[in-house]
């Protein structure tokens, strides 16, 4: 079993600054990819930003040149950098991982979630 635990979430004002973390923990050999989502109220769940294990990223336009990744191969952990926040970024963050637990055996596991509100 793995557990993602992110943390991080807050109240920020417009133009201010969060950081998100997610430690992934249990029976992990490898994992392929990191990634972090959003869930506005009443909206569908969104993709924000991945990182591979070889490092590419992907970054939604709608968060490009604000939000960046990062990921801690040794600790098992991701980042996610948001800058210049904005009152349509006010969402449940959720990190996901895509987990090789044994050498045949690759998963999907979901964090908690973690709130972020951005007030304008």
């Known amino acids: 079993q793995v557990q993602l635990v992110e943390s991080g979430g807050g109240l920020v004002q417009a133009g201010g600054s969060l950081r998100l973390s997610c430690a992934a923990s249990g029976s992990i050999l490898s994992i392929n990819v990191m990634d972090w989502y959003r869930q506005a109220l009443g909206k569908e769940r969104e993709l924000v930003a991945t990182i591979t294990s070889g490092g590419s990223i992907n970054i939604a336009d709608s968060v490009k040149g604000r939000f960046t990744i990062s990921r801690d191969d040794s600790k098992n952990t991701a980042t996610l950098q948001m800058n210049s926040l904005k009152p349509e970024d006010t969402a449940v963050y959720y990190c996901?991982?895509?987990?090789?637990?044994?050498?045949?055996?690759?998963?999907?596991?979901w964090g908690q979630g973690t709130q972020v509100t951005v007030s304008s």
């Open positions: 996901h991982a895509r987990v090789r637990t044994t050498v045949f055996r690759i998963l999907d596991y």
